[in-house]
Each structure stands twice: as C-alpha cells, then as structure tokens.
C-alpha cells in the first residue's frame, strides 16, 4: 500500500510532509519500483484525486481535473526518477470523481484527495493507494 500523501494545497507538492511521513512515502515509492521492475511487462496506471467541495458534482470533477492530473503527473516523475520507463506509465486526473468520503462530512475531505496506483501484468492487476492527508485544500 502506498503510503499516505498530503499534498500542499491546491498543488501537487508535498512541503506539509514530517520528515517521517516522507521517508515512508518514498519508500513505498521505492518498493513499488522495484515491484515494476522485477516483472517484465507490467504496466503502471497512476490516477490522481482532488477534493470536491463546492459545486455540483460535475463542475467539481470537471474543474478538479488539472490538479489531479498535475498530482499524478509528480507521482509518475518520481517513479521515473525511480528507474520506470516511461513509456510502461499512465498519469491520469480524475478529477473529483470516486469520492472516499461524502462532502458532507469535513473531517474525512482528505480521503478524496489521494493517488491510487494500479499495476496491471496481462489479466493479472495489484491495486496500491495513497491517501491524502491534507484537509486544506
């Protein structure tokens, strides 16, 4: 599982992170890499989630999706970084779609802005997470 991810506000940063925090986050990082590159062929779809807090559900999925896409962009740079080629990843911005959490429910907004990496090896697909833990977005 990926490790949990607070992105900055309205960026695809993770300043707000402890020392801790980001030692765990790029471990997991690390360990995925390493996962990739120890099958042959697998495939790497990263889907970055904002939080979608005001509007209707449409606007926010549709109005979100740049941030997304620039949070799943930063995670598919590290994994390159990472020794990933790039053609075997997928950055994608979801936008506000798929909430976690009922934007009703403030307390839990930081469930909705998160990574979720899927790898895929022919029929066979490993699902990895990452939560944001950021609430002011």
């Known amino acids: 599982e990926l490790t949990s991810i607070s992105f900055d506000p309205d960026a695809a940063t993770f ?8 030692r765990e986050f790029l471990q997991s990082l690390d360990e995925i890499a390493e996962r990739v590159l120890s099958v ?6 990263v889907e970055g989630y904002a939080n979608n807090t005001s509007g209707t559900e449409e606007e926010n999925v549709n109005d979100l999706i740049p941030l997304s896409q620039k949070r799943a962009e930063k995670i598919e740079e590290m994994l390159i ?3 990933i080629n ?10 506000g779609a798929n909430p ?8 839990n907004w930081w469930k909705n802005r998160r990574i979720e990496i899927v790898l895929t090896k022919e029929a066979a697909i490993i699902e990895n997470s990452g939560e944001a833990a950021d609430e002011n977005e």
């Open 86 to 95: 790039k053609e075997t990843i997928t950055a994608v911005g979801m936008g």
């Open 40 to 45: 042959e062929g697998t495939k790497i779809r």
């Open 15 to 22: 300043n707000n992170l402890t020392k801790v925090q980001r």
């Open 100 to 107: 976690k959490a009922s934007l009703t429910d403030r307390e």
């Open 81 to 83: 970084e990472r020794g």
